[in-house]
């Protein structure tokens, strides 16, 4: 039997009232998701901050900018690895220098005694941080210190007899052991390109010898042992610093005790 006239009318408001009900249950699902994806992230990054205060030593506020990817942090959780997390961290105290770190991470666990897949950081140290460097960069006092095209160049003067006399070198950096080393590349004296060697073996051996020789940095005692000095680079503004860890655990000794040099 068709429909009274009444009848319609009530079946057309409930199937709208259903459809509300349902709309509403989908905004309310999809709400829910947002707060509790925006929950998870906060706690990630907070999670994050932490341990990289503990592990740079940093003050408890020290500001970061940490990337957690695009993808649902949820999703992520639930296969129980956080697909990569960035993190870059200004002003990082590194003994006598500051520097910027950069960290990449790739494959980080929820277990937290399983290692990450990747570790990669990076320490930019600019020009004028370098130069508090100069005890190690060489033995004798010196005038002048910049950066250059993958070198330090640096500047003094000596006293040869009665005359004053202008010496400069390029300096490169490598890295040894969790050490920068500084070693003498070229050297300039009074103007004119001179053989180390030559210098070493004439009237300014004394000297060149304490400016020449190559000095080193212990930087792996200011960073947590997980994480080795791999390669050291020049740019016209920064001395870099490439770091590498292998079996990193987030939360564990490997970023809260420092390093050694051999």
Partial sequence: MADTP????IKRRRRIGWLIGLGALVVLLVVGYVVAE???R???SGRIHDELVAAFDLEADHPMDIDL???SLLLQAASGTVDAVDVAIDDVALGDIAGDITLAA???PLD???PADTIAATATVDEANV???RDYLSGVQLDSITLGDGVIDVSTTVKALFLTVPVSASIAPTAADGKLVFTPETVTVNGAEVSIDDLLSGPLAGVASGFLGAQSFCIAQYLPSAITLDDVSVTNDDLVLDFTGQNVVLGGSGLTAKGTCG
């Fill in 69 to 71: 990817g695009g993808g």
């Fill in 6 to 9: 009444i009848e319609q009318p």
């Fill in 38 to 40: 925006g929950a998870a």
């Fill in 131 to 133: 130069a508090k460097l």
């Fill in 106 to 108: 790739t494959g980080i």
């Fill in 42 to 44: 906060s706690y990630a």
């Fill in 112 to 114: 937290t005694d399983k």
